[in-house]
């Protein structure tokens, strides 16, 4: 036998339910209660459904009872992404990032002091992507003691800022020296500098790479007795 399940609500309003379920209220009713909420279930005869015809008409018989097919129900006309003629909703985004690949550098690991004095260092560059690129060679260096402050640390720039646009693929740049970079670099000098390669991508992402580069005379070679 099939089953009606029936919700109902109270005509009056109790408000907030107290503690003990003793209580009586100050209503018409006196209404005993459970902490428990539970519904009532009700039997039904599928014969109590059906509808008498007019006279004359043939009998339909019992309604056909089916449950409603599983899934998402249908859109409805004129809703976002159901049918026809509507713009579908556009779809969330994905959350996935692309990484900014970084350039690839290639100089040379050692310089001498003659060598950069003249000529400054040659770099060779490969992208992936069109990117604008900024390139020097950078190194921190002892400052010279005065009587009046001590000596301390700082970064000077080595070579002269290039900033150029580059096409997928490779490049070569040669970065002249620094005024400064002369001054500051002898023919003896050993100094340990960073090449610092700031690349922009046309979509905003950045990244930066660096190499390290060793100016310092060749080392001496020793005779063999």
């Known amino acids: 036998m099939p089953f009606l399940t029936i919700a109902w609500a109270a005509p009056y309003s109790m408000g ?15 209404v005993p209660w459970n902490v428990k909420q539970s519904t009532y279930v009700l039997p039904y ?48 985004p994905s959350g996935v990032v692309r990484p900014a690949p970084a ?17 400054g260092l040659r770099v060779r560059i490969t992208v992936v992507e069109k990117a604008r690129v900024v390139v020097h060679l950078e190194a921190r260096m002892k400052r010279r003691a005065t009587s009046r402050r001590r000596a301390a640390t ?5 070579t002269k800022q290039r900033a150029v646009t580059l096409k997928p693929g490779t490049t070569t740049l040669r970065l002249s020296p620094t005024v400064t ?11 340990r500098a960073s090449l610092r390669v700031s690349a922009r991508y046309t979509d905003g992402r950045r990244t930066t790479a660096r190499r ?14």
Request: glycine content about 10%.
């Open 16 to 30: 907030i339910m107290p503690a003990d379920s003793g209580v009586v209220f100050d209503t018409p009713l006196t």
């Open 45 to 92: 005869d599928l014969a109590d459904l059906t509808v008498k015809p007019a006279p004359g008409a043939p009998n339909p018989g019992p309604p056909v009872i089916a449950n409603p097919p599983e899934g998402p129900a249908p859109a409805l006309p004129g809703a976002i992404g159901g049918g026809a003629g509507v713009t579908p909703a556009p779809a969330p």
């Open 103 to 119: 350039p690839r550098v290639t100089t040379l690991p050692r310089i001498s002091p003659a060598a950069y004095r003249a000529r």
């Open 154 to 158: 700082v970064l000077r720039r080595l």
């Open 181 to 191: 970079g002369r001054q500051v670099i002898g023919r003896r000098s050993r100094t």
């Open 212 to 225: 390290t580069v060793t100016i310092a005379p060749a080392p001496a070679s020793t005779e063999k007795g």
